[in-house]
């Protein structure tokens, strides 16, 4: 058994496809579907179901899910480790976000960053505020941007508060106010975070407090799918200002949420005592600089 046998079973059980680990880690599908066939005579069991429509992990794959996790991340932090005593500029930064974001901010040092440190390449994991939370815990990222509480566990930089708008198809009835309130909301269809944001939970208990039941449409991560429901006319979504701005007029539009302390809060975040590379400690001293200058 290589390393790199669990690190491509890791893939595929993150994407649930061979043909979207191949394309993640650089490789041919074929290899990565011998690599794992290699690994399932090794231990002599099965690790994945497969079928035309998807992948799925075996009652054995998860079994030893976990156990490839601490593998994986021990060894990538040997091996970043002596890669940043060796040459300082070069590495990886590991950092996840989640979708359902206008990170205006960390885009810009992100540039910046990648001009400075050309060699030094950053990996973006796309998961729900959940799951970057357990994947830190884990040691499979460097960093997560996410509304953390916990200071025991972990330490961060706050550099995102966004306030909440409510999206609406032009012909809503909701189009002639200039602001709306959560009673305004009242036996409207919502579109709204799924259970993976806190946010999910804080709106459906101001709706309540509000005197009444929210009617919950759709609960998605995707905001994408966020917007096409609501230019269906399906519902109306409550979504980061900042990302209303970019949205089309003419499809959908947006006005402010007058609950002002309704806002999503992001935070660069990461383990508390864990080791982080040079390549790690180089972008986090980077965005701490920059985002002062900013």
């Not at 399932?40 to 490839?68: C, H, M, N, P, W």
């Not at 091996?79 to 996840?96: A, D, N, R």
């Not at 972990?154 to 009835?173: A, G, K, L, Q």
Request: glycine share 6%.
């Amino acid at each position: 058994m290589e390393i790199r046998h669990l690190e491509y079973f890791l893939e595929v059980s993150r994407h649930k496809s061979f043909s979207k680990a191949a394309e993640v880690t650089h490789i041919s599908q074929p290899t990565i579907s011998k690599a794992i066939k290699d690994l399932e005579t090794e231990l002599g069991k099965t690790l994945f179901y497969r079928s035309t429509k998807y992948v799925e992990l075996t009652d054995t794959g998860k079994a030893i899910l976990d156990q490839a996790q601490q593998i994986v991340a021990s060894f990538r932090n040997i091996h970043v480790q002596l890669e940043g005593l060796e040459k300082q500029e070069i590495g990886k930064v590991h950092i996840g976000l989640p979708h359902i974001t206008a990170v205006t901010t960390f885009s810009h040092v992100l540039g910046a960053f990648k001009h400075h440190y050309p060699r030094i390449e950053i990996q973006l994991y796309e998961y729900g505020p959940k799951k970057i939370e357990a994947s830190l815990q884990e040691g499979l990222l460097d960093f997560g941007i996410f509304t953390p509480e916990d200071s025991d566990l972990f330490e961060w930089i706050w550099f995102e508060r966004d306030p909440h708008s409510v999206v609406m198809n032009p012909t809503h009835w909701l189009a002639c106010h200039n602001m709306i309130g959560y009673e305004n909301l009242q036996g409207e269809q919502l579109i709204i975070y799924n259970s993976d944001y806190k946010l999910h939970d804080i709106i459906l208990d101001r709706c309540k407090l509000s005197g009444f039941i929210p009617q919950v449409a759709f609960e998605t991560s995707q905001r994408e799918l966020m917007i096409q429901m609501v230019t269906a006319g399906l519902g109306v979504a409550l979504l980061p200002s900042k990302i209303c701005q970019d949205l089309d007029p003419e499809i959908v539009i947006s006005r402010p949420l007058t609950d002002s302390q309704l806002y999503l809060e992001l935070a660069l975040t990461w383990k508390r005592g864990r080791y982080l590379s040079h390549a790690a400690s180089r972008f986090l001293n980077f965005f701490k600089l920059n985002l002062t200058e900013r």
